[in-house]
């Protein structure tokens, strides 16, 4: 009876793990051509990787603000007829604009945040397809930081993905995120109750079903709900408000992570699946002026971070931002102070996990120029 029982389980998980399409995410990083606009023509490109920053290859006599090209041909396979295609930039500075086969994409203001522009009606099937970022870093007074004694050097200097997804989705393109945001608004130690919100992309359908899973950090199910989006708009979201009895809250000392996922679609046959991991807590000032986490003052030993690292400005790798983590760690700090805005996004992820708290400042500093 209990080994037909495990039997049932395992072949119900590997029916709704076969139902729902994977996305397939390839990184693109490497194979890039390279040159100034000031250049000629394209005789000057040459091959670079990401991340990439402009800084060391100023030709002599440009000043700093500048506009650069980065080329890269990407095969799309007969294969991805009924795919949606997506490019996720982590990070381009300042202002992108991005073409494929010579058709203007989308543009992107602000160099620290992560966007997402679909391609889909762009590619030719079964061929190469040429991928064009024309990035400018020039002083703007319609992007911030308007001043900045940072090295704000321009461009590509954070990871690119190509997403291909199936035709009804989570949408990626809500500011560049999975599309999936949990929301606490009550955190105590025997409640937690909050909403689930998750934005869709669903040309096809209608109206959509979807579930969500919140899993503890014990690994067991503590909640499943279901909620039906209305009908479909262009940028429709659906938020499914939950609750969880006697919660195991984050805290620096134990940062304890939940993990929620959200299917499109039934669970026996979803259309698509993301999770994201999240902790519950609370996080007051006293009469004291001490800053509370779930109500026990909490001593902040924190440190700056900013954005560059020397000899490869702001290009800096995953690997060397887990390295400066580290090395925080090391000196026994618990909290990071990002300068000016926010770092790669698996910089807060390992934050969330390692029990550092963060404080991303907004991007208007005061220049230290002389006018």
Request: charged share 25%; glycine share 6%.
């Given at each position: 009876m209990i080994i037909a029982m495990v039997v049932a389980l395992i072949a119900s998980t590997m029916a709704l793990q076969a139902a729902a399409p994977q996305r397939e995410v390839y990184n693109l990083n490497d194979d890039w051509m390279f040159y100034f606009a000031s250049a000629p023509d394209a005789a000057e490109a040459h091959p670079i990787s990401l991340p990439h920053s402009w800084s060391g290859e100023m030709p002599r006599g440009l000043c700093r603000e500048?506009?650069?090209n980065y080329v890269r041909r990407v095969f799309v396979p007969q294969r991805w007829a009924d795919r949606r295609l997506f490019m996720r930039f982590g990070g381009v500075n300042s202002v992108a604009d991005i073409f494929v086969n010579g058709n203007y994409v989308g543009t992107h203001k602000g160099g620290f945040t992560a966007f997402t522009l679909e391609i889909t009606e762009h590619v030719v099937l079964g061929a190469d397809?040429?991928?064009?970022?024309?990035?400018?870093?020039?002083?703007?007074?319609?992007?911030?930081?308007?001043?900045?004694?940072?090295?704000?050097?321009?461009?590509?200097?954070?990871?690119?993905?190509?997403?291909?997804?199936?035709r009804n989705i989570i949408s990626p393109l809500y500011y560049g995120s999975d599309g999936v945001f949990v929301v606490q608004q009550s955190v105590t130690s025997s409640r937690v109750s909050g909403i689930v919100r998750c934005h869709l992309s669903t040309p096809s359908i209608d109206h959509a079903t979807v579930v969500v899973r919140i899993t503890g950090p014990d690994g067991y199910l503590v909640?499943?709900?279901?909620?039906?989006?209305?009908?479909?708009?262009?940028?429709?979201?659906?938020?499914?408000?939950?609750?969880?009895?006697?919660?195991?809250?984050?805290?620096p000392e134990n940062p304890a992570m939940y993990s929620v996922e959200v299917l499109l679609g039934s669970e026996e046959s979803a259309i698509d699946a993301i999770t994201v991991q999240t902790g519950f807590r609370s996080i007051t000032i006293d009469k004291s002026n001490r800053l509370c986490i779930n109500g026990e003052p909490y001593m902040i030993r924190g440190v700056g971070l900013a954005h560059d690292r020397m000899g490869a400005g702001m290009a800096i790798t995953r690997e060397e931002l887990n390295a400066d983590l580290d090395m925080i760690l090391d000196m026994g700090a618990n909290a990071i102070r990002s300068l000016t805005g926010p770092h790669a996004a698996a910089l807060y992820d390992r934050c969330d996990s390692e029990g550092v708290l963060c404080w991303v400042d907004l991007p208007f500093t005061r220049s230290m120029r002389a006018f």
């Open positions: 500048s506009v650069a397809n040429t991928i064009r970022v024309v990035v400018s870093d020039a002083w703007r007074n319609d992007v911030l930081p308007l001043s900045s004694d940072l090295d704000l050097a321009g461009g590509i200097y954070r990871d690119v993905e190509l997403m291909v997804t199936p909640e499943r709900l279901t909620a039906r989006a209305g009908k479909h708009t262009s940028g429709r979201s659906v938020e499914v408000p939950f609750e969880i009895s006697n919660p195991t809250l984050w805290s």
